[in-house]
Each structure stands twice: as structure tokens, then as C-alpha cells.
């Protein structure tokens, strides 16, 4: 069965350090997404993105993330300067169709910023 | 603003046993309601889901119903696994062309033999 992976697992960084979170959405599929969770919290929405284009962001989502799918494959989210608050899990997410259709996750990257 | 709330765990029981996770929620409108369920190492998978009040999502054995009048989806399933053991999630996505799911904090269950 087909199935979002996410690269690295774990990725530990200094804080100021540019970061790139990478996945590979299931093949087919159009609309792109990233979560984050921060230990003990919930998981919250970052962005949407669909042909080639942001669609939708939470305030989170602020000029130091941005995000690219830079070869038809790949969709990459990038956070420019880490912050110790940067910290949490983050998870991909695709979906074939946009509204109503089902969002399937990867299994998270966990990012630590000392 | 929209909000899930679920109940805190962990939750621990043994094989067998009856299993509710409660959730509410907060939204204007008919959000549609989803649990999800994360195994350990992998990512978060759709379990069920209601996009209506009164539906009854099912899957696995599990179930939940969409109750408007107490804004409500539980979780329940009468006799859990110890493969049931995982963390899950209740989450609405609401009308009005968002795609965005709201979570709630997740609830992990152990189950032992």
C-alpha cells in the first residue's frame, strides 16, 4: 500500500541553523500539508499547498518556514533560523483530492533545537 | 475558534476489555469528525470518521457517533487487542473550504495480555 515517508527521523540542530524536513507524498496525490506537535501538546496545521502554490497557513506558518516541492516528488518544509521553540514532531501529509478527501500522514520527523 | 478535546491519558487495559476515549468538540457550524490512530513508529492513519450529526463511523471494531447535542465523538470498542495499543486522535475539519484538521492532544492506549 502506498505511503508518505518522512526523512530524516530525527534531526537535532543549533539554534539559528537552517533546517530541511523533507517527504515523499504518495505518488498521485495533489494537496500537500504539514503538522507539527510540540511534546505534550496538540498537533497543529502549518500550511496547505497545492499546485505549486500555498493555499492555506496558520500564524505559525511565519516568514521563517516556507515550504517547495522541488522536483515533483519531493515536498520539502524549510525553517530558515531554528528557535529552541521550534522543537516538535512534524508530519507530511498528502491527500489525492483537496476538501472532503482523506489526508494520509507520515510517520514524523522529530526535530531538536539546542 | 474551532477546538478537539479528548481525554487525557494514558489509558491502560487489559485484553478484552471495553474501551471508551472521549472526545468534544468546539466549532461553528457541521464540522466533519475523524479519529485517527498512531502505531508506534508509523504515521497517523484515519480510522473512522462522521460528516453528519447522528452518523456512526466504524472501522476495526471500533466505533463512534457524531452527537451535535452534546458535541461529542467517543471512541468505543467492546473488546480491545493488545494490537489496539497506540495513540489516537480525534480531529474536525470544519466547513467552509478549509482542508485543515484540528486535533485534539491524543490519547494513548496500552492494552496487555
Known amino acids: 500500500e502506498p505511503e508518505v515517508t518522512q526523512t530524516p527521523s530525527h534531526q537535532v540542530t543549533q539554534m539559528g541553523q537552517e533546517v530541511i524536513l523533507r517527504c515523499v507524498p504518495i505518488?498521485?496525490?495533489?494537496?500537500f500539508y504539514w503538522y507539527r506537535q510540540i511534546l505534550g501538546q496538540k498537533v497543529e496545521f502549518l500550511v496547505s499547498?497545492?499546485?505549486?502554490?500555498?493555499?492555506?497557513k496558520s500564524e505559525i506558518f511565519d516568514d521563517q518556514f516556507s515550504v517547495e516541492r522541488p522536483d515533483g516528488s519531493n515536498f520539502t518544509l524549510k525553517i530558515r533560523s531554528t528557535k529552541l521553540e521550534d522543537s516538535a514532531m512534524y508530519f507530511c501529509a498528502s491527500a489525492l483530492g483537496g476538501v472532503g478527501d482523506t489526508q494520509y500522514f507520515g510517520p514524523g520527523t522529530r526535530l531538536t533545537v539546542l | 475558534g474551532n477546538s478537539v478535546t479528548q481525554m487525557e491519558g494514558p489509558v491502560t487495559l487489559s485484553e478484552e476489555a471495553f474501551l471508551t476515549i472521549n472526545c468534544t468538540y468546539t466549532?461553528?457550524?457541521?464540522?466533519?469528525l475523524f479519529w485517527y490512530v498512531q502505531y508506534p513508529g508509523e504515521g497517523l492513519q484515519l480510522l473512522l470518521k462522521?460528516?453528519?450529526?447522528?452518523d456512526k463511523g466504524s472501522n476495526k471494531g471500533f466505533e463512534a457517533t457524531y452527537r451535535k447535542e452534546t458535541t461529542s465523538f467517543h471512541l468505543e470498542k467492546g473488546s480491545v487487542q493488545v494490537s489496539d495499543s497506540a495513540v489516537y486522535f480525534c480531529a474536525l475539519r470544519t466547513q467552509g473550504g478549509s482542508e485543515k484538521l484540528v486535533f485534539g492532544k491524543g490519547t494513548k492506549l496500552t492494552v496487555n495480555p
Open positions: 505518488s498521485n496525490h495533489l494537496y
Open positions: 466549532a461553528t457550524g457541521y464540522p466533519s
Open positions: 499547498f497545492y499546485n505549486n502554490e500555498i493555499s492555506e
Open positions: 462522521a460528516t453528519k450529526a447522528d
